[in-house]
């Protein structure tokens, strides 16, 4: 009798909630996470309306109007944002919706996209506006690399030119000349576009921080920085990121780079899940592709992973030992960048290589604490320091005026940050989404990679 009550009462439950259908929707009973301080307000009503967060007060027995959500004994936090996402760069929308599943049904509620397309401009608008549901797109250009980069005069059209579609960003890759470099952000500093992504080996993380980058990704050319008589070393042997030759690294120069970054306000978005799951040694691929998330990708893209880990494994520059101090000593300096107070966004870079979109954001957080930060110092490089990145007091927090972002989770990610991945429920763009709508999305790209 139990159960027949219970699948009755999910019957009558909308699976996804829309302001537009009631008047508010309301968590009562909630204990809040803000984000703004560590601390939890036990025992809250949160009124959203029209997207936003209409008033927050302490639970009471008064008669409510709208939605009621019951959130006794679980926790209500802003949504996480993915710094580091990819988007496929492809003249299809339909693939580029299942990331965009993928990202939502993890709380994830605002994407940063690093390689730029023209259909991404319609996607970020048809999100916004709500007729696809999705996460808030903030998106690249197409790369700006050695290749795609012809000269400098090329360099500076291609900034002009993307900034004239309405891109919000530059993504820069490697291969750049310090010419072209130059060139680029003398352009886009005219046209008032922003810069981010690769730090080229040729123009090197001095020149990339006193240019002004706006984000800095993977940490990229910090190792190079620290190592002595980098300048006579080839690009093709030091490996990505300097993985192959991290033991040469003089660390007592850490300080030195964390300051110019500090000062410089240059942030960093660290993708470490990216090294984690791909650069590592401690892990096999087959053992990487027997995760449960990897039911989420399809088999060719799979497939794709497994021999990227397999090629960089078999390298004969690939030393076990050398890439655990690799590892070792880029989890210094993401606690070098945090006790420093050097802006950290939280970015897995996915999908990559055994990163599943969403999925790997969640991991993210995990190795940032395993890197020593603390939960919440952890939870805030996805949330409020979101708002002080895009220099927003409504983005990233749970306050009264706030866009309502939110995820509701059955744990406190405070005492453990992998309560985040225990989600109840999302809120984006005026909707709820509950946990049983997420499961049937997630559940339809499952299948669609099975056939």
């Known amino acids: 009798m139990r159960a027949f009550l219970s699948i009755c009462i999910t019957m009558l439950f909308p699976l996804v909630v829309s302001a537009q259908q009631e008047k508010d929707i309301v968590f009562t009973h909630v204990d809040i996470l803000p984000m703004n301080k560590e601390k939890l307000i036990r025992d809250q009503t949160v009124v959203i309306r029209n997207g936003r967060i209409q008033s927050i007060r302490p639970s009471s027995n008064k008669k409510i109007t709208g939605t009621v959500i019951d959130g006794k004994g679980k926790f209500l936090m802003p949504g996480l944002a993915e710094m580091h996402a990819h988007i496929p760069p492809v003249n299809d929308i339909e693939p580029m919706k299942k990331v965009l599943t993928l990202f939502l049904a993890n709380g994830v509620t605002t994407i940063r996209g690093m390689l730029g397309h023209p259909l991404h401009l319609e996607l970020r608008k048809k999100v916004a506006e709500g007729s696809i549901p999705g996460p808030t797109i903030i998106t690249s250009g197409p790369s700006l690399n050695g290749n795609s980069v012809a000269s400098p005069t090329d360099g500076a059209l291609m900034v002009y030119e993307q900034k004239k579609m309405g891109y919000d960003f530059l993504k820069l890759h490697p291969g750049l000349s310090k010419e072209k470099f130059l060139a680029i952000t003398k352009a886009a500093y005219d046209a008032g576009i922003p810069f981010a992504g690769h730090v080229s080996f040729n123009v090197g993380v001095w020149l990339a921080i006193s240019s002004g980058y706006t984000t800095i990704e993977h940490m990229d050319g910090f190792i190079e920085a620290l190592v002595p008589g980098i300048e006579h070393m080839r690009e093709d042997s030091i490996g990505l990121f300097a993985m192959f030759i991290a033991d040469h690294a003089d660390t007592s120069k850490i300080p030195a780079l964390m300051t110019a970054l500090r000062e410089n306000n240059i942030w960093v978005v660290p993708t470490e899940a990216l090294s984690q799951r791909w650069f590592s040694p401690l892990r096999t691929a087959e053992e990487l592709a027997a995760e449960p998330e990897m039911v989420y990708m399809d088999k060719r893209t799979l ?71 603390t939960p919440y110092e952890a939870l805030k490089t996805g949330t409020f320091n979101i708002g002080r990145f895009l220099k927003r007091d409504d983005v990233g927090i749970i306050r009264v005026g706030a866009h309502a972002d939110l995820i509701l989770l059955d744990a406190n990610p405070l005492e453990s940050i992998e309560n985040t991945q225990k989600i109840r429920g999302v809120m984006k763009n005026g909707n709820w989404y509950t946990r049983e709508y997420l499961n049937e999305q997630l559940e339809i790209i499952k299948k669609s990679n099975q056939q």
């Open 303 to 373: 497939t794709s992973w497994v021999q990227s880990k397999k090629n960089l494994m078999s390298n004969e520059q690939y030393d076990h030992e050398k890439m655990i101090h690799f590892m070792n000593l880029r989890k210094k300096l993401i606690r070098s960048m945090n006790d420093s107070k050097v802006g950290i966004l939280l970015g897995s870079d996915a999908p990559q290589v055994f990163d599943v979109p969403g999925f790997s954001t969640h991991q993210e957080l995990k190795y940032y604490t395993d890197a020593g930060l």
